[in-house]
């Protein structure tokens, strides 16, 4: 099955700073990468997502890029803000068992915490 | 309506105890999902439904029964619960492939804290 490595495990930022949260994946059928935010005790949150045609997608201070080949992909935050701060999920997904709607592989989080 | 909702927020129950949990979705979403969530980990799937029917069984224990009356409502019921069955439990929705391909992102709800005493 899918398995995705997330690094770092906690990112210490400064306000204004960029963080980049990297993550890689197995399996080379996976097609959809979505990110998401979890503040202390809310529901995981959709930031961003790409699907494997595209290289890069951004939204105002969020970007992801994505790396077929080498199976890896990237959240890039720029000009961090203390609200910034939670624990944020790469996933990966694989047309399981034939569905298409597939089954999410999350990676492990990141902490990030950015300080004002 | 672009909201997953859950019942209870919180719920705590002795180990011979029946509960049920509910989620409820009006995004006319397909394909809902359970997911169990320890502190500091990542979401980890438990079951998916397609078109009201079990697609995805995660290997969970039989004391978990997931059910999908229908397209709106997901129930997960508990019986004779383990104390390291205490987790955040997520109930998450999304769409099934269209033919435009359109992005089939997952829609969480807020999560039921289950406390297993």
């Known amino acids: 099955g899918e398995n995705v490595e997330q690094h770092p495990s906690t990112l210490s930022v400064q306000e204004g700073d960029s963080a980049v949260i990297k993550c890689t994946y197995s399996?080379?059928?996976?097609?959809?990468f979505p990110w998401y935010k979890q503040e202390l005790g809310k529901r995981p949150q959709l930031i961003i997502d790409i699907r494997s045609n595209v290289g890069e997608k951004k939204d105002q201070r969020i970007a992801v890029t994505l790396n077929k080949t080498a199976k890896h992909f990237s959240l890039h935050i720029t000009e961090t803000q203390p609200e910034d701060s939670a624990v944020y999920f790469c996933a990966a997904r694989s047309n399981a068992g034939g569905t298409s709607y597939g089954k999410l592989t999350f990676g492990q989080g990141t902490i990030l915490t950015v300080h004002p | 309506d672009t909201e997953v909702t859950q019942t209870p927020k919180h719920l705590v129950m002795g180990m011979t105890n029946k509960k049920s949990l509910k989620c409820e979705q009006h995004m006319g979403h397909r394909a809902m999902y359970w997911y169990k969530q320890k502190a500091k980990k990542p979401p980890e799937l438990m079951f998916v439904?397609?078109?009201?029917?079990?697609?995805i069984n995660e290997s969970v224990p039989s004391r978990f029964s997931p059910e999908c009356p229908n397209s709106s409502l997901l129930n997960l019921h508990l019986h004779a619960l383990q104390p390291e069955d205490s987790a955040l439990y997520l109930c998450?929705?999304?769409?099934?492939?269209?033919?435009?391909?359109?992005?089939?992102?997952?829609?969480f709800g807020p999560g039921t804290r289950l406390t297993v005493t």
């Open positions: 399996d080379s059928a996976s097609n959809y």
């Open positions: 998450a929705s999304s769409r099934i492939r269209t033919t435009s391909g359109s992005l089939r992102e997952q829609y």
């Open positions: 439904y397609s078109y009201e029917k079990l697609s």
